[in-house]
């Protein structure tokens, strides 16, 4: 089955600059790629996907960038706020199948 | 409703009790997932219905762990003789038909604690 690897686990960042998290996924079947941020105690929630034929997605401060070749997508937080503060995860699905997610990356960002 | 809705919020159960969660899809989607999220871990996957196909239930941890669901509404997850391993968060999520490449929308989840 699909293996999704997710880095870094922890990431600090000071408010306004960029924060950059990268996944890696084994099956080149894969063809959706979603982004999760998990506030603490809270449900997981949608920020960003992107899908096989698009090579990067924008959306304000957020964007992800996926390469296909190399099986590795990225998402890219542009002028960091405190309130961005969560857990991130990444996710690798084909369509009509499960979800893989990643193992999450925690980031803090200080004010 | 309008989002995934789970129940109960919170359990607390003695080692060896069976438990049941449950979990109200959004209505109108097709597919539904199960995750297991342990304190400060990434999602692990459960099981996954789509439609009347025959659920993957690849992710089950032990011949403990089983899973129903309704036509295409609710289902249940029951976790039975209850170990301390077993204490997690338990999410479900749905999406429009995933066959056709649907987000999936999570609940708030399940608090499961074995004591």
């Known amino acids: 089955g699909e293996n999704v690897e997710q880095h870094p686990s922890t990431l600090s960042v000071q408010e306004g600059d960029s924060a950059v998290i990268k996944c890696t996924y084994s099956d080149s079947a894969s063809n959706y790629f979603p982004w999760y941020k998990q506030e603490l105690g809270k449900r997981p929630q949608l920020i960003i996907d992107?899908?096989?034929?698009?090579g990067e997605k924008k959306d304000q401060r957020i964007a992800v960038t996926l390469n296909k070749t190399a099986k590795h997508f990225s998402l890219h937080i542009t002028e960091t706020q405190p309130e961005d503060s969560a857990v991130y995860f990444c996710a690798a699905s084909i369509t009509g199948n499960q979800f893989y997610f990643g193992t999450g990356t925690s980031l803090t960002v200080i004010p | 409703g309008a989002g995934v809705s789970q129940s109960p919020s919170n359990k607390v159960t003695e080692k060896g009790k069976d438990v049941e969660l449950r979990c109200d899809p959004i209505?109108?989607?097709?597919?539904l997932y199960w995750y297991r999220q342990r304190l400060g871990q990434g999602l692990e996957f459960l099981i996954y219905f789509q439609g009347n196909s025959a659920p993957d239930k690849s992710g089950l941890p032990s011949d403990r762990f089983s899973a129903e669901r309704t036509g295409e509404s609710v289902s249940t997850l029951t976790i039975q003789r209850t170990q301390q391993e077993d204490s997690a968060v338990y999410l479900c999520?749905?999406?429009?038909?995933?066959?056709?490449?649907?987000?999936?929308?999570f609940g708030e989840g399940s608090w499961l604690t074995v004591v």
């Open positions: 992107i899908r096989s034929n698009v």
């Open positions: 209505s109108g989607h097709t597919a």
């Open positions: 999520a749905s999406s429009l038909d995933s066959r056709t490449g649907n987000t999936i929308y």
